[in-house]
């Protein structure tokens, strides 16, 4: 496939080389909801635009995404959160 199926839409190996990501982590994403996605078809399309948001967020937090009591985490309900007292 060549070119974007839908403005802004990429499949899954697309979006894999427009993120640097492999394509097994790109589909990783998807179906955990962290980037925006649909099914056409047969074919998974990933939101160009929205991977590549995620990923600038990613390297922004640096080694710090590693951290799971991350506000942004415990705000989102997910990771862990720290005791009130």
Request: hydrophobic share 40%; aromatic share 8%.
């Amino acid at each position: 496939m060549s070119g974007a199926i839908v403005e802004g839409w990429v499949n899954i190996e697309q979006a894999a080389a427009a993120s640097g990501y492999n394509a097994r982590h790109v589909r990783l994403l998807a179906g955990r909801g962290r980037v925006p996605c649909q099914k056409v078809g047969p074919v998974w399309l990933i939101d160009r635009g929205g991977l590549l948001a995620y990923k600038a967020r990613m390297d922004a937090l640096g080694k710090s995404k590693y951290d799971p009591w991350r506000r942004d985490l415990a705000d989102q309900g997910r990771g862990r959160r720290r005791d009130a007292g």
